[in-house]
């Protein structure tokens, strides 16, 4: 750290910077410029609080050096995480697609859309139980119900499930039936939630808040990862800012960003990114050539009728469509799509779910 | 609501909005533009997500008229709410302090604080006795000890005290001891804490988040109201920007916005609003002009040697300043600030705390 | 200037840092920590862009110490910037308010508002001749002939006159009208015209851009003042931020942010700030509590009826109740509202405009 | 237009709304709801400012139904715009790549690198004569000699050029040496530009401000082409918000939303829009991915040595490397990266220019 003195600061304000920083066992290195006195602090600065050196007498601002996150930093970590999910691996060399419905509303139409994803060649199912919903006179989600109907869905299909985990006393349930706990953008800093998943042993979706910092998203997967779980992948799911022709700022610039500060492996989510269905087929495949490892697309067999978030959901059609585009742009920047490690059960796609 | 058609929109696809509309009820008034047609939609709405018609072809967008809070909106309360915390009324015509350390530290430092900002004049305790931090390896709060705390501050002082409550599971136990739950910025949108604290029979202090709009804060206080707890109050305290030169932008227009939508009070925290002690003195005589019904404001013995914020907190000295000029703004606007309904227990500051 | 070394910087990318600031005669003071190498750049950077070590091999971030203005700065002025507008001061101990319309529409308009604001208590008139509109089908203002309005109401009411500027070419006509050059939050950083503005011998009011940082303001400014024109204020008139509820975001801190660190006198425009004339009465109230020097109102003797801006604008009634309400904040916070430093020419209020 | 009234809005309020535009020619369809009564407009708007309505006793707000710009309107051109630049179509089914350096430094750097560039694969040179400085006191471009820097190597390498245009007086002289007039982000609203621009015969690169809004960067395409320029591109550059990892937010939805609403091509410049060179090669992948008609890239024989933008911009070598990447992405959606119409001077590289 780097604690900047005000041109006006007394000698004595400058000495106590320093022997605060001393007593705790830091090197300090002062530096007077013409203007401003600098001091520069080397040691293990996790002891003291960075605020408690802006309250003091005379100083005028600090600047951090090194990041306040460790396990997360690429720096590190010799090597690139990766995630085995039943056997498909997250921050490999394929590109792994997740895909389903915003919400688990009814078990035909998750097995439905389950086969049509896989049909389509995505390897992980989507869908949410849970719904955090702005308003609350809006469907809140099938709770344990919804839970159960994605584990039947991977039953027939083999694909293994990514759903939403909204409280601590919900984890082990959850635990129960996901294969992929997801942390969402609203929860990014739910410390409680966090260190409840950091004791978990799933692996964990962390989504970007969408006023989160990327050093924030970060030091959230820091909370993970010191509670002992390193099966973290970060997800960018959009930002908040003054545009408006988007729901949100979808950031894609995140996804080089991570790779270069964390070895976590990263996942883009364009639907929520955008808000918008006619846009995840042009980010998605942007998504792919910027290196994104992952990503996590809503497809509803009618999106029309759905409970939720219709407006951004693809149709079957078009997400089969869309998958064939993704393989081109994965073989152009030297990646292939993920393919299921074993096939489908032999039994196929049920008669019941025919009928939808 | 309105829905825009494109001007490419087919008739038919014009009839499946009407006929959705009309099938839960809601009369249709389409109107033929040059350009586009436009269906305005009239009735109750509730049944039918916004979204559902996004997402039908042909839509080009839908315009929501009518906000979807109902219990927070000023038009349908004819009186402002004025909540009453052991006779220290919020939302009359006296303006209430607030103050207190950010975080509870020791029974030294709270008790030592708490009679500072009662001589200068505050009539209500605040205190973090949960902390939610940014870094998993900063300060995390004393828990339910510094709850006692504070509840032995109040006895000997007298003043009422506001706490934030961070997780369901501690809801009951937070209302033990505190006089109104605080509801923090991260968790403004957790929805199962809005539920908690909406069965609570205590009033709620709800802030916005750094990335909430006003719209969306009033939707979250709808989720605590339609709970059944009518003692709402919303609190400002910085939105995220572009802007670096304060730690966050203070939204002081949020009170008069807010005063107009809505009938509850309105708080203003210029603490962590601008998040720097010497912006706290101008900003808060700005929020009293503007018409905030309280303030709340941090307040440390020894802001240097504060476990966290100590760079937004102000010395019990420059308090007491502050409040004198608060006295003279407050007058200005026809308003006085707050004195405490009783005067506090005979026996006076305690002679342990004289020591501090 | 700090220049941080990634943590896999060799020696000799280290050495290339070090070589090439002492090239220009900058002093290095390398601290070699156990993850970073940090070097302190200590002389005078002028003569060295700060990308170009940015650029350089093994360099992780660099980061500022000292700002880039002088000029402007607080630190290097020992006592505040008064100026001195026809005998009105703009940054001494009195509080100064310039009204008037959005846009000149007419002789008529202009002088009805002028009288009106002056019976109210404003010292200075503000109008626009040319305007700066979104839309190429919009208003384009009255050019010149609206100039020469602004003159005669000057000459009838004795009110200074603040006006636009918004190319290089028409700063010479302009300051034949106008007492005080405004450019407009869009031109913050057409250097063009402030280089052209710092040439003129008129006072300059400089507004912040809507994306402007408080920091780029101040750099804005040096541009006029290193031009050789000293007089310049400093308008806050309202940001762009994810918010929608208010037209922009009055960013109120900017005021005493701006005093912190600038000896220029800080105008408020609660109009432009918050585009809702419900919204300029409870923000121009706060703006004198927060320290402004001067607010900038806008005035319309028919909202309703007006070219640009309706929607921002007070009517005098409104306009005069006002006045009255900053008179007790403005002594609240031991200051006044400036009053004209002569009377109105004797023959007052001209038989024509009353008519209006 | 849709006018929404005040839930208490009065009988007479509604009429007058209603009398104001039918005054203007413009039909009303008012719809009575429970809460609001709301007034469809329908007709020719452009005779009315929105604001005016807005401004009207009773009126909660006015939503727009119809975008205010026609010409840059994708619903009004059948066919997407297509601008031949000497044989160089940009918007058509090739991807073209302009590049080149920030700053036109001195001869040898610009030939050196054009040279460069057109070896690598790029169709048009960048450079930038006129330099919009955050600073008085940093390099302020060569001015015309710099353009004729650039016609030279044009000359030599049959490369067209862009080079941006700052202010009204110099219109005229750009022309003279450029083949696409820019219009820097600082520029996006400065109307005289727009309108002289709109009155050159030279095609027109517009870069969306850092604050603009999509639709904004479309209402001064408006201006352009109302102006009797039809042949205008638009510019993705990056946005300003919160997050401070990368220089600015480079928007990339903005790509196919632009697509979406408008006819023109669009450019993606992933060196401003990112800041950071190591974010260049992932964001021009993405860019071409997600649809864009050109990319605008720095290159810098030695960015160490830069007068500008140093740390954005990309070595010839690397750059070299990435358009063998972009090939492979162009083909993978469909497209191909353009190549020269013809084929350069028989001269070929000056042997001078070898030196350097």
Known sequence: MVVVMKPEATPVETAAVINR?????????????????????????????????????????????????????????????????NGVIIGGSDVVVMAGPCSVESREQVLETAWA????????????????????????????????????????TGLPVITEVMTVETVDMVCEYADILQIGARNMQNYGLLHAVGKARKPVMLKRGISGE??????????????????????????????????NTFDLNAVPVLHRMSHLPVVADPSHGTGDWELVGPMSKAAVAAGADALILEVHPNPEQAESDGAQSLKPENFAELMGQLRLIASAVGRSIATSPEPAPANGRAQDVMLV
């Open 21 to 85: 920083a001393e007593a705790v066992g830091v090197a300090t290195h002062p530096i007077y410029g013409k203007e401003h006195t600098v001091i520069a602090l080397v040691g293990d600065l996790t002891k003291i609080d960075r605020d408690v050196f802006s309250a003091m007498a005379g100083v005028q601002k600090t600047v951090r050096i090194q990041e306040p996150y460790k396990l997360a930093a690429r720096s590190t970590h010799a090597n690139r995480t990766t995630i085995d999910v």
């Open 214 to 247: 990327i050093k924030e998203l970060l030091m959230c997967a820091e909370y993970i990862l010191s509670g002992g779980n390193a099966q973290v992948m970060l997800c960018e799911r959009g930002i908040r800012t003054y545009e408006t022709s988007t729901r």
């Open 117 to 156: 994803v896989k049909e389509a060649g995505a390897t992980i199912l989507r869908g949410g139980a849970f719904k955090p919903r702005t308003s609350p006179y809006s469907f809140q989600g099938m709770g344990e119900a919804g839970l159960k109907i994605l584990a039947e869905a991977r039953e027939q």
